[in-house]
């Protein structure tokens, strides 16, 4: 179960409980914990876990945002993408512009895809996305950073000349999420 000394059967546990569905307050309190695993497969599981679970409590955002801070690269992937659920708030904007700026692009790429999702709420991020949009050496950042300019919808002067430079970009990919947010 949870409590196993054994990290493949804490893993079976937890992964249990999030294909039940019966994560619930107390069990919620319990995966927490487990946040501080010894093993990162664990704790990729107890993201999961906690990302699907039906309430977003505060205590499980709160967690959620300090495993973006995990060691491991798989954990703070997961950790980021979870936020795309989790109630809007300045801490998490704050966690997620955190993360835009970590060492794995996996990371940096859903922190920039997961600030979209958030919309309005994320406005103080546009400025360092359009200069993704403008700058970034990957594709892939600079079409997520273009397409959550357009979920944020900060049309400033800095936002709308970035994507309309992206409108020549040449990846397809960015020069389509540019247009879709401009329109």
Same mark, same amino acid.
């Given at each position: 179960?949870?409590?196993? =000394?054994?990290?493949?059967?804490? +893993?079976?546990?937890?992964?249990?409980?999030?294909?039940? $569905?019966?994560?619930?307050?107390?069990?919620?309190? +319990?995966?927490?914990?487990?946040?501080?695993?010894?093993? !990162?497969?664990?704790?990729?599981?107890?993201?999961?876990?906690?990302?699907?679970? &039906?309430? *977003?409590?505060?205590?499980?955002?709160?967690?959620?945002?300090?495993?973006?801070?995990? !060691?491991?690269?798989?954990?703070?992937?997961?950790?980021?993408?979870?936020?795309?659920?989790?109630?809007?708030?300045?801490?998490?904007?704050?966690?997620? *512009?955190?993360?835009? /700026?970590?060492?794995?692009?996996?990371?940096?790429?859903?922190?920039?895809?997961?600030? $979209? /999702?958030?919309?309005?709420?994320?406005?103080?991020?546009? &400025?360092?996305?359009?200069?993704?949009?403008?700058?970034?050496?990957?594709?892939? #950042?600079? #079409?997520?950073?273009?397409?959550?300019? $357009? *979920?944020? $919808?900060? =049309?400033?002067?800095?936002?709308?000349?970035?994507?309309?430079?992206?409108?020549?970009?040449?990846?397809?990919?960015?020069?389509?999420?540019? +247009?879709?947010?401009?329109?």
């Amino acid at each position: 179960g949870l409590d196993s =000394p054994d990290a493949t059967a804490r +893993k079976r546990a937890v992964r249990r409980l999030r294909r039940s $569905g019966s994560v619930d307050a107390a069990t919620a309190t +319990k995966l927490l914990t487990m946040l501080n695993d010894s093993d !990162s497969s664990v704790r990729e599981s107890v993201v999961t876990a906690l990302a699907s679970a &039906p309430m *977003q409590s505060p205590a499980i955002t709160s967690g959620l945002i300090t495993a973006t801070r995990d !060691s491991s690269e798989t954990v703070r992937v997961r950790a980021t993408a979870a936020l795309g659920s989790a109630p809007a708030s300045d801490a998490v904007v704050s966690a997620l *512009q955190t993360a835009r /700026k970590d060492r794995s692009t996996s990371v940096r790429n859903n922190a920039i895809l997961t600030l $979209g /999702k958030h919309g309005s709420r994320s406005r103080s991020a546009a &400025p360092a996305l359009a200069n993704i949009v403008r700058n970034s050496g990957n594709a892939y #950042s600079r #079409s997520f950073a273009s397409t959550a300019l $357009g *979920q944020i $919808g900060s =049309p400033t002067e800095d936002v709308v000349s970035a994507l309309v430079r992206a409108m020549g970009d040449g990846n397809t990919s960015v020069r389509a999420a540019a +247009k879709l947010s401009l329109e």
